[in-house]
């Protein structure tokens, strides 16, 4: 199945591509360093403190959300490129694609569900929400998959389980969504990415039971999960929704989970290298059409670690790709 692939190079101003995704680009600081020098954050709400006292027109957000889904591919390229795929499964959303140009951090592109970032009431938020550049500075710090300049790609994956994430051993603290922005920002492999999550208290977003899938250019791949408050990392090549550390949390998850999971891994098994295309099709075989369920493959990304390229498909759409670079 070929695709017709539309090359996009958003601009400062948020840019609607189709109904429900869009596309911006930011240059500049935009307070992580300051944020992280703080202490961080243990939870949404204090995210959302920090953001309301520095961002343009004091606006009032609140994050939310329900459980969604999710699957990841790492694979090469015959030709020796790490290639890293995933879909997003959720209710119908609006998807933004943010470029990221921070002044002392990696470049990157990131994806964020919009949804997840809504309006509290009262005062003057109402304007200043439909300011471009508060929506976008927002949206930096809620990312929930993305790749940096460096090849660095990471995934927010749920798991279905009553436990959640709440490390308090004194270091500074971090939601999951910023650990994502952390990993983009800082980490240019996977060692570095496993390194630095260690030096932060982890605090899961809404209270989510998540594990974050992590893949580099050098072809590394690991889903890193904590399991009691403890940070275990697990080498994998794919990543769905349930448990991968061997243990007593083995497996938990959903069963269409597993589905997926095997799906995945027969396509590497079978496949010993899988082109960008290859991996848009594995996305697609595991997409949630499959399965009759209410949700959606909000979208699937093809991340191509050794180009900086990023290839997005929205709602299962797979014959029309927006193709991203990060080289500027």
Not at 74 to 100: K, P
């Amino acid at each position: 199945m070929d695709a017709n692939l539309t090359t996009i190079a958003p601009a400062e101003k948020i840019t609607v591509l189709e109904d429900g995704l869009s596309a911006v680009r930011y240059e500049g600081d935009y307070g992580f360093e300051e944020f992280l020098s703080g202490g961080g954050a243990s939870s949404d709400n204090e995210v959302m403190e920090y953001l309301i006292k520095n961002l343009p027109g004091n606006p009032d957000w609140r994050f939310g959300g329900e459980i969604f889904g999710c699957s990841t591919i790492a694979v090469q390229s015959a030709g020796g490129e790490a290639l890293f795929g995933r879909n997003f499964d959720w209710n119908s959303c609006d998807a933004m694609v943010v470029m990221s140009y921070p002044e002392n951090a990696y470049a990157s592109i990131s994806t964020v569900n919009m949804n997840f970032i809504r309006q509290g009431a009262g005062g003057m938020a109402g304007p200043a929400l439909n300011a471009d550049e508060v929506r976008t500075l927002a949206a930096l710090y809620a990312p929930l998959d993305g790749m940096n300049e460096k090849g660095l790609a990471v995934s927010v994956n749920m798991i279905q389980d009553s436990a959640t994430i709440d490390q308090d051993t004194e270091k500074p603290d971090l939601t999951t969504t910023t650990a994502v922005r952390l990993l983009l920002d800082k980490a240019g492999t996977v060692e570095e990415a496993v390194e630095l999550l260690g030096q932060y208290d982890m605090h899961a977003s809404m209270g989510m039971m998540i594990h974050l899938a992590v893949a580099d250019a050098a072809g590394n791949s690991v889903v890193v999960e904590y399991i009691g408050n403890e940070m275990v990392v697990t080498e994998t090549p794919v990543v769905t929704n349930f448990y991968l550390a061997e243990g007593e949390k083995y497996g938990i998850g959903t069963e269409q989970s597993h589905e997926r999971y095997e799906i995945l891994m027969n396509d590497r098994q079978e496949n010993e290298f899988m082109d960008e295309t290859e991996v848009r099709d594995a996305l697609d075989r595991v997409s949630k059409d499959n399965f009759g369920e209410f949700e959606s493959t909000e979208w699937s990304v093809v991340f191509c670690l050794s180009k900086g390229k990023a290839i997005y498909y929205h709602r299962e759409n797979y014959t029309q790709g927006y193709t991203f670079t990060i080289q500027q």
